[in-house]
């Protein structure tokens, strides 16, 4: 029987192996690669950032990978592009002015990387903080490489941990080996066939798992977004993910500009440990119309520590523009994930007190960082609710974007009509 299943696992990469070349071409064209020297075998994996099959687990079946991709991209034809294989979760210099700070990609991944920088964020800053006062921005800067490594694991383990309902996690990890033989109708990509499960019952047994394996994560070469992905979808399970999902989405992912991008739901995965696909509060069992709905919309069920917000500028010119419920705008700590225009970023305040009392919101200090190779410093905003109004700019300055700056905007979704002083530095997101 297994001569039979090896036969069947050779049939299916030589038929599958042809179309590869094909693949790497197109994505050359996605990605803007100019020769096929510069892309990668198919996923190929490090050696050393393989583990070895003995280390325990439970390997991959043919089912739970077919699952995964469909509720990743809604079928098992789709891998995932060059983007996203490349992309890992890499800190700036030890010490330094952005040593707590990860280094994103332009990609769908990099959406993924700002939910996990804002976990960094809180595990530094307020992680075993039992005080109002956690510590300083400058402390951010004084992180060294095996702070950042620790603060990785805590916070991947953060999503994980959140997304098996605070009872269980599971981590994949890839293998040396092909650890299933896929069904005839699924395309091979030489690493979800080789993935590796390992399911913990204590937070601190996923966290210290993590640890050890680290460089699974952030060394080049480890598709390390993606290995977290699976970690998260194996956590939730795809039956709780179908869940979930109200039917207003069946997959995680969706094709934009060539690349594919995180829907909300995904993102609300990995803040809230929940895949809605909505941003408002709770349920709602009514529609626009005032009619009772066939199946009831999912939101926001409860405050996570991290909160979201939300600003486009071609939504608002159409009047699209999402209103985000209070449970993501005011989340139990001062750190935001921000979508502005499509691309992602994260503000936060060193100040555990901002959202729990009301007089520190009149004049306080949010901190910025979007994940670019061009910002060398973390951004400082001053913003104020309380002397007076803002006002914009005169009709006659033509810049949308110098008289009514994205991040300024996204900022008051949450302090509608706030000042907001950018302390010398030119206005970007």
């Known amino acids: 029987m297994a001569h039979t299943g090896s036969s069947m696992f050779g049939v299916i990469v030589a038929r599958q192996l042809r179309s590869v070349d094909v693949a790497q071409e197109e994505e050359q064209e996605e990605s803007g690669c100019p020769t096929s020297s510069c892309l990668p075998p198919l996923c190929s994996i490090p050696r050393t950032l393989a583990v070895s099959p003995g280390l325990g687990g439970a390997p991959v079946t043919p089912e739970l990978a077919g699952d ?18 490349k992309s890992f979760f890499r800190f700036r210099e030890p010490r330094s002015q952005l040593a707590y700070a990860l280094e994103a990609d332009r990609g769908g991944a990099r959406a993924v990387q700002m939910v996990v920088q804002a976990h ?29 490594e620790g603060a990785l694991a805590a916070a991947l383990t953060d999503s994980l941990w959140l997304a ?9 990890l890839v293998t040396s080996e092909y650890c299933t033989t896929p069904h005839l109708d699924y395309k091979l990509d030489n690493f979800t066939e080789r993935l590796q499960l390992f399911t913990f019952q204590q937070r601190d047994d996923v966290r210290s798992f993590i640890s050890q394996h680290i460089q699974c ?24 993910l179908r869940e979930d999902l109200d ?42 119309d005032g009619r009772p709905l066939e199946r009831p919309l999912q939101g926001v069920l409860a405050r996570s ?5 939300h600003w486009s500028r071609e939504q608002m010119e159409r009047d699209r523009l999402p209103q985000v419920g209070s449970r993501l705008k005011t989340p139990r700590l001062p750190i ?69 700056p994205s991040l300024e905007m996204t900022i008051r979704t949450k302090w509608d009509g706030a000042a907001i002083d950018w302390n010398g530095c030119s206005p970007f997101y």
């Open 336 to 404: 935001w994930v921000c979508s502005i225009n499509g691309s992602y970023s994260v503000l936060f305040s060193p100040n555990r007190s901002l959202l729990s009392d009301w007089k520190m919101e009149h004049l306080f200090n949010l901190y910025f960082y979007n994940g670019q190779p061009s910002q060398t410093t973390t951004a400082r905003l001053t913003i104020d609710t309380h002397s007076h109004h803002w006002e914009a700019l005169p009709r006659d300055s033509g810049d949308q974007e110098k008289r009514f």
């Open 120 to 148: 960094i964020i809180k595990f530094l800053l307020f992680g075993g903080q039992s005080g109002s006062d956690g510590r300083t921005l400058h402390s951010l800067c004084d992180v060294g490489q095996r702070d950042q």
């Open 68 to 85: 995964m991709r469909k509720i990743l991209f809604g079928g098992t034809f789709h891998v995932f592009n060059y983007e996203w294989r």
């Open 247 to 288: 039917g207003t989405a069946s997959h995680l992912l969706h094709v934009s500009l060539g690349n594919f991008v995180c829907r909300q739901a995904l993102l609300n995965l990995l803040l809230t440990g929940r895949a809605t696909p909505n941003v408002f509060n709770g349920t709602r069992q009514v529609g626009e």
């Open 164 to 172: 098996g309902e605070e009872r269980s996690a599971t981590v994949t």
């Open 217 to 240: 994560f952030k060394e080049e070469g480890s598709h390390g977004v993606i290995l977290f992905l699976y970690s998260l979808i194996c956590s939730r399970t795809v039956h709780r």
């Open 305 to 309: 520590d991290v909160g979201y917000l």
